[in-house]
Nanobody, 115 residues
């Protein structure tokens, strides 16, 4: 089992920044990749960004050029740096991990972009 704990969400004004963290614990060896998804009210969950164990990254189109993802293997933590935030970035952000074909999700953290 892999446990994922997210932190860093909150309320921010348009144009502002936030950094989300996702710390993995448990059977963390052989985690293939970790990443972030988000779900806004009335919408489907969508990819925000993900990073493989080798450091390869992939981003959803709406966040390209504004968000970055990084990982600290020593801390078993993945970070999502969100810059130039827009009201449409408002959503619950979920951390996801894939390990040997099994998927794990965190409980989610709310991000609200509003003036």
């Amino acid at each position: 089992q892999v446990q994922l704990v997210e932190s860093g969400g909150g309320l921010v004004q348009p144009g502002g920044s936030l950094r989300l963290s996702c710390e993995a614990s448990g059977s963390i060896s052989s985690i293939n990749w970790m990443g972030w998804y988000r779900q806004a009210p009335g919408k489907e969950r969508e990819l925000v960004a993900r990073i493989t164990s080798g450091g390869s990254t992939k981003f959803g189109d709406p966040v390209k050029g504004r968000f970055t993802i990084s990982r600290d293997n020593a801390k078993n933590t993945v970070y999502l740096q969100m810059n130039s935030l827009k009201p449409e970035d408002t959503a619950v952000y979920y951390c996801r991990a894939i390990r040997n074909g099994d998927e794990y999700w965190g409980q989610g953290t709310q991000v609200t972009v509003s003036s």
